[in-house]
């Protein structure tokens, strides 16, 4: 077994202990390392699933259904856009088509760079100012095409 291994099996392994016995654990476990590496391993599944008393499916499923978790590495900086209905109502779908053209890519996707991910979430709680987006964890009211622009620029420049 290589380092890397070693490494994902010790840090999925303290995810799993600092759970274990907990009533709906496998949420906490996924974030804890998905917080540590910034993605969930494929390599991981069946581990967790055995500390667990899983499936494989059932831990499949649960990353599925939730798009926060990635199985693969993520961009430096992830842009998740509102598409709520409010956002909608105020443009959201048209801010959706200029950052994927802007940056090239589509939801789910990283720039070839590996500097952003772009990702839809479902509500940022910032319905008064819509379209909203959040970059990391900084929440971005009113986005238009040159605001998400301006955005994006000063993230390059800073990389």
Known sequence: MNASAVSLGE???????????????????????????????????????????????????????????????GGEHTIQVCRAEACQAMGSRELELHARDRLGIDFGETT????????????LG?????????INDDIHARVSAESFDELISRLEAED
């Open 126 to 134: 910032n319905c008064a100012c819509s379209p909203s987006i959040r």
């Open 112 to 123: 070839p760079d590996g500097l952003i991910s772009l990702e839809p979430v479902y509500c």
């Open 11 to 73: 840090i999925v392994e303290a995810a799993v202990e600092s759970h274990r016995g907990k009533v709906g654990a496998l949420l906490p476990v996924l974030h804890a390392i998905q917080d540590k590496l910034g993605h969930i391993p494929r390599d991981s599944v069946p581990f967790i699933a055995r500390a667990m008393n899983l499936s494989r499916a059932e831990i499949h499923g649960v990353m599925n259904f939730y798009h926060d978790f990635r199985s693969e590495p």
